[in-house]
C-alpha cells in the first residue's frame, strides 16, 4: 500500500521558517515527480514546488527565492523549506507522488501551517 506521510507543520511567526517532510513508503518513487501543493482557507489547492524524477525543480511565484524543495532517493522523502513566511503561507500542505506514464498520482494526508503572531 502506497503512503505519503507529511511532518512539520505547526505555528510560526511571520518572519520565521520551516521545514515540511514527506516520507513515502510501499514503492519506491525514483521515477516519480514529487512535489509540495497547499489549500489555503477557502482557496483551490495549488502547487507550491515541484522536484522531477531528474532532480529539476520548479516553484511557485508566492514562494520563489524564499523555498527550497528536495529529495532524498535512498531515503525516499522529499522535503520544502520555507523562510520568510507570511500569513498568506497559511495553508493545509501537502505531498504529492505523480508519474505519468503509470498514471499515478498520490497524495498525502495533509499537514497544517499556521503563520500568525
Known amino acids: 500500500q502506497v503512503q505519503l506521510l507529511e511532518s512539520g507543520g505547526g505555528l510560526v511567526q511571520p518572519g520565521g521558517s520551516l521545514r515540511l517532510s514527506c516520507a513515502a513508503s510501499g514503492t519506491t518513487f525514483r521515477n516519480y515527480a514529487l512535489g509540495w501543493y497547499r489549500q489555503g482557507p477557502g482557496k483551490q489547492r495549488e502547487v507550491v514546488a515541484i522536484v522531477t524524477s531528474g532532480g529539476y525543480t520548479n516553484y511557485a511565484a508566492s514562494v520563489k527565492g524564499r523555498s527550497t524543495i528536495s529529495r532524498d532517493g535512498a531515503k525516499n522523502t522529499v522535503s520544502l523549506q520555507m523562510n520568510s513566511l507570511t500569513p498568506e503561507d497559511t495553508a493545509v500542505y501537502y505531498c504529492?507522488?505523480?508519474?505519468?506514464?503509470?498514471?499515478?498520482?498520490?497524495w498525502g494526508q495533509g499537514t497544517q501551517v499556521t503563520v500568525s503572531s
Open positions: 504529492n507522488a505523480r508519474n505519468e506514464i503509470l498514471k499515478d498520482n498520490y
